[in-house]
Structures are given as C-alpha cells and as structure tokens.
C-alpha cells in the first residue's frame, strides 16, 4: 500500500522553464512534507518541505504546493537549470521528526 | 558544520556473513533513522532513535537485523547471516528537529 505516489517516473524539460514534479498522498494523518534531491551514488539532499497549515513556501528558484483537500502537493522550479538534473524524492511523515515514507521519485532532466 | 558520515562506503559480502554499517549523525542531532534502498525501489523506512525514547523498530524487515545507538551518538546497523535481497544502499539520516538530513549511505553487496 503506497502511501505516497509520484506517478510521473521521469519528466524531461528545456533549461530556463518551469519543473513541476507531483505527488499524491493517501494518510490524512501526515501533517509534514519534504522534497529531496539526489544524484547518482548520493545520499538525498534536502531541498523544501511544508506544513500541513500551509498551502505554499518558497525558498528561491523552488516553491513547494500543498492542496490538502486533494492530498496533493508539487513541487515548482523556475527557472530549471541542467544542475537540477538528479531524482526527486516527495516524502511525508506523521509529526515532525517522525519516520519520513517516501515515494519512488521523479528522474528530472534538465536539457540545454 | 561536518554532515552525518556513514562507514563503510562500500561493502561486499558473502552470503551467511554478518555484515556492520555504521553511522555518525549530525552533532547535537537527537534523532537518528536509518532507511535502504534497494535496486529500482524507493527509500524504506528500517528504525529511528529519538533521544532516550525506545526505538522505532517497526521498519526492520526481519529479526536478522538490529541497530544500536550508543551515547546517543553513533549507531551501528548489523545485519546477521546476510542475504542476497539484503542487497541495497542503506542510509542513516539525523534531526534535531522536523528536517532529516541524509548521509552518503552504505553500498551493500551481497553475493
């Protein structure tokens, strides 16, 4: 039972657009989300999360959407640069600092 | 300031062998967790540490493995009489609060 889903196994987009990588949720219990990174032969990097009391947190070239009605949240990059190329992790966890469930990831590529 | 540091990098074993991975979390980081990723799979919750409380052990897949952490510092994860499918990257992340921070993991093969 995946608890969480990212249901776009890759996602390929030009340098200088927008990234937008989903993911979906199915325990109305998690109240904490998070976004990592990671590169070949990395351990994950983490780059935003957001609380269950908000909708929206931005953190430069990243935003990060919750819409709880329809357990989804996104994760935006603007502009995409080809460093951003690596696979993205959602994750989620029930109270902070619990066990994080993650989803399978999103290989994002980057193309100059 | 250093990051969590896990040892070995690497390991290659053989079947039936006991294998140790250990894991140095952020300074003054109360809580510790350790996942795997195996091939083609996501990360996988294994257990977690928060100060003196008694693990989370909900995630181990089998009584061949257990992790300790001594001092409220370091943990090591054994894994007894390995298996193949014991095969996988294992991570150990650290918090001092909501955010995880992951290590470099340790890359376990077993033959």
């Known amino acids: 039972d995946q608890q969480v889903k990212q249901n776009s196994p890759s996602l390929s987009v030009q340098e200088g657009r927008i990234s937008i990588l989903n993911c979906d949720y199915t325990n109305s219990m998690f109240d904490y989300f998070l976004w990592y990174k990671k590169y070949p032969a990395e351990g994950p990097t983490f780059l935003i999360s957001i609380s269950s009391i908000k909708d929206k947190n931005e953190d430069g070239r990243f935003t990060v959407f919750l819409n709880k009605s329809a357990k989804h949240l996104s994760l935006h990059i603007v502009p995409s640069q080809p460093g951003d190329s690596a696979v993205y992790f959602c994750a989620a966890c029930e109270g902070y600092g619990n066990k994080l469930v993650f989803g399978a990831g999103t290989i994002l590529r980057v193309k100059s | 300031g250093a990051g969590v540091s896990q040892s070995p990098s690497n390991k290659v074993t053989e079947k039936g062998k006991d294998v140790e991975l250990r894991c140095d979390p952020i300074s003054g980081h109360t809580a510790l967790y350790w996942y795997r990723q195996s091939l083609g799979q996501g990360l996988e919750f294994l257990i977690y540490f928060q100060g003196n409380s008694a693990p989370d052990k909900s995630g181990l897949p089998s009584d061949r493995f257990s992790a300790e952490r001594t001092g409220g510092s370091v943990s090591t994860l054994t894994i007894q009489r390995t298996q193949q499918e014991d095969s996988a990257v294992y991570l150990c992340?650290?918090?001092?609060?909501?955010?995880?921070?992951f290590g470099p993991g340790t890359r376990l093969l077993v033959l």
């Open positions: 992340a650290s918090s001092s609060r909501e955010t995880q921070y």
